[in-house]
Nanobody, 124 residues
């Protein structure tokens, strides 16, 4: 079973940047895909970005395309989410997740393991 630990969240002004990290342990990192989701208060969890096991393919929600970049370093067993041009509506708890089938799925039900989440707050 994989264990995930997110970090890098915090408070930032609109227009600023943050980089989230998600460190994995417990299984060969390069064998599975990864995703980032977020959940704002009173809202359902929503897809943000996904990356295949090799890093060769990525997918993004329309709301973050062109502003966020997902990447991974298999040597460090870590996936990243670089977030630029942040907006107040990006405020949420951000979760990384494992997809053992590496499908680039936008559906949370397709993910097998979840981290504990990290809070991102964007002030206007």
């Amino acid at each position: 079973q994989v264990q995930l630990v997110e970090s890098g969240g915090g408070l930032v002004q609109a227009g600023g940047s943050l980089r989230l990290s998600c460190a994995a342990s417990g299984r060969t990192f390069s064998s599975y895909g990864m995703g980032w989701f977020r959940q704002a208060p009173g809202k359902e969890r929503e897809f943000v970005a996904a990356i295949t096991w090799s890093g060769g393919s990525t997918a993004y929600a329309d709301s973050v395309k062109g502003r966020f970049t997902i990447s991974r370093d298999n040597a460090k067993s870590t996936v990243y989410l670089q977030m630029n041009s942040l907006k107040p509506e990006d405020t949420a708890v951000y979760y990384c997740a494992v997809d053992y089938s590496s499908r680039l799925s936008r559906w949370s039900a397709d993910y097998d393991v979840w981290g504990q989440g990290t809070q991102v707050t964007v002030s206007s």
